[in-house]
């Protein structure tokens, strides 16, 4: 062992029953700075091995007791990153030929050895074994990127650094009892995030039973909701259970909750609260154990104040928000779903296409898609029906979109947004809280601090061409902190 080794040296392990080989090698390694550990035995050897690792192992191979063969089989299982070396007599390179092409060792020192050969072939091993980690260590960290960054999920489809956040959000939550809170343009699939808020919750077993507030007249949701009893109104020919004895044990998703009407909300706060209900025209209390999802298209703060949404209801439901992100900040998510549709599509009206043009797709990553993945999919769907195929091109969605040349070549420049983590170009350091230069001279010019954090995150999404995902990934918050701070200078307008 050399005078000095470092705490990160290679360790090398050499094996032989032969004291006099063992001194020969400890006075040819000194000058490598590896800790180089000397048995006698196969016995020692695995000892060692089970302590603590060892980069390189070295064995003779004629042995008592346990020979090399055995140990250095016995270490290929136990303790595949050892890079596995002999030291042979010419007589035995048949056998160790053998033994390399079984994997059982990577190579071989002849006996007599030449001292700078011998230090070569030791270093070259010590190479391979720290190439072999470095592959090992990659592999799983793609492997584990590759968990974590999912390209779809559930009946999602998309990488987008977005839809990564939503992912996330529903797993974490989904386990709990808590109730969600989904919000989103329409199109963006709220119901998709509850259907997988509850499929991944411990109700799965029991049932998801989704109600649509914005399409049942308002004199008729109470008996949607809570069912009723044979008489209770005309046309009640029979008793009838609602959405919440339905979804007892399972998950009750209302969808465009704001649409409800608002003295209605005043019952549904209360069955939340309690636990039980009455059905319209009864008298008895009913019991239901049920996880409320809620949805909405409407900005909730604005809701509240415009009167269509109770704020106790709100703030009760409101347990863990979940924002889905519009199509147009999913980066190239789009061209991925049009895919995904295409495919749907095409089988179910059997038709032979095979995908879109490099262009096509461009179009497609750079429309903005004002009714979301709902408008991407219908898009889609009319193109299959429309196109002759087996490419579909850029003038098969520009008749499909009601584009002009015009709109097309704007949309063939832009460029696809990316997932990367840096800015467009740097923001200016006049909206640096922390700058001196950036600070007015005068005490009375100085801005709240309310105030300069709004011009700083609107600058910073604009600089991001209004993808707040981004933006936010850009200042180190989460999205949900930008969107509820727009939320919030929204309602103060």
Known sequence: MPDSVGPNAARILFVDDETSILKSLRRVTRPLNSECVFVESGAEALALLEASPFDVIVSDMRMPEMDGAVLLSQVAKRYPETMRLVL????????????????????????????????????????????????????????????????????????????????????????????????GPSGTGKELAAEALHQLSSRQQGPLVPLNCAAIPSELMESEIFGHVKGAFSGAVANREGAAGQASGGTLFLDELGEMDISLQAKLLRFIQTGTYQKVGGSKLETADIRFVCATNRNPLQAIAEGLLREDLYYRLNVVSINMPLLAERDNDASQLANYFLQLFAKREEKELVGFTQDAEKVIDTYGWPGNVRQLENCVHSV??????????????????????????????????????????????????????????????????SVVERDYIEKAIERCQGNVVKAATCLEVSPSTLYRKMQNWEAKV
């Not at 072999?132 to 999912?150: D, I, Y």
């Not at 832009?414 to 600070?439: C, D, M, N």
Request: proline share 5%; aromatic share 6%.
């Open 88 to 183: 042979s007599g010419y007589s035995e390179d048949e056998l160790i030929m053998s033994a390399i092409n079984e994997g059982r060792i990577w190579g071989y020192i002849h006996k007599p050895w030449d001292d700078n050969l011998l230090l070569v072939t030791l270093q070259q091993a010590l190479a391979a074994q720290q190439m072999m980690v470095e592959r090992a260590l990659l592999r799983h960290t793609v492997e584990r990127f590759t968990r974590e960054h999912k390209s779809g999920f559930c009946r999602f489809v998309g990488a987008s650094a977005a839809m990564q956040t939503v992912y996330n959000q529903i797993e974490r939550v989904a386990p709990s009892n808590a109730s969600v809170f989904i919000t």
């Open 384 to 449: 299959v029906v429309m196109c002759s195929g087996p490419l579909i091109t850029v003038e098969d969605l520009k008749t499909a979109l009601h584009l002009t040349d015009t709109d097309i070549a704007a949309f063939q420049s832009r460029p696809v947004l990316s997932s990367s983590l840096e800015l467009e170009s740097p923001l200016e350091p006049a909206v640096l809280v922390g700058s001196g230069a950036a600070l007015p001279s005068s005490s009375e010019q100085l801005k709240p601090l």
